[in-house]
């Protein structure tokens, strides 16, 4: 009997509701995640000593770059499924280094090992380079500064 309420629900919902349509779709997620770990980078950057600013950030930035990984996996199962193996192979390729720098940054965060947190930090920051960021998404650091 709780199975059938539980789908009756449910068929209530998507007929009053309509379908509930993903629009962010993985390629739109990993922009947001590549825009986000870029403007971390930078201020990660400016820190003069270890905080919890920076233990936040850096955080922030392996956490960011294991979920781009992720993203990265979802967009090749939809090209594997077409049969576009040589695609997903060389796109796994170009974004396998989001995996190995998150892993290396989480790692490097946990351990408290600050040297190894600037190296990946600059080997991810060489990888986004080419990653633009909206100045919109900039000016929340003069906000903060109170500089007007």
């Known amino acids: 009997m709780y199975n059938y309420c539980c789908l009756f629900i449910l068929y209530l919902l998507e007929v009053y509701l309509g379908r509930i349509i993903n629009t962010e779709g993985a390629g739109k997620e990993r922009n947001?995640?590549?825009?986000?770990?870029?403007?971390?980078?930078?201020?990660?950057?400016?820190?003069?000593?270890?905080?919890?600013?920076?233990?936040?950030?850096a955080a922030f930035i392996a956490l960011a770059l294991l979920q781009i990984n992720d993203t990265v996996e979802a967009s090749v199962a939809a090209w594997e499924k077409k049969g576009y193996w040589v695609k997903?192979?060389?796109?796994?390729m170009e974004w396998s280094w989001a995996e190995r720098y998150g892993a290396q940054m989480k790692k490097a965060t946990l351990t408290g090992n600050w040297a190894s947190v600037a190296g990946t930090s600059v080997q991810v920051a060489q990888k986004l380079m080419s990653v633009e960021v909206p100045i919109r998404n900039m000016g929340w650091r003069l906000a903060n500064s109170g500089a007007n």
């Open 32 to 57: 947001h995640l590549s825009r986000a770990v870029v403007l971390a980078l930078r201020e990660l950057m400016r820190q003069s000593e270890p905080d919890d600013k920076s233990k936040d950030l």
């Open 88 to 92: 997903a192979d060389r796109y796994r």
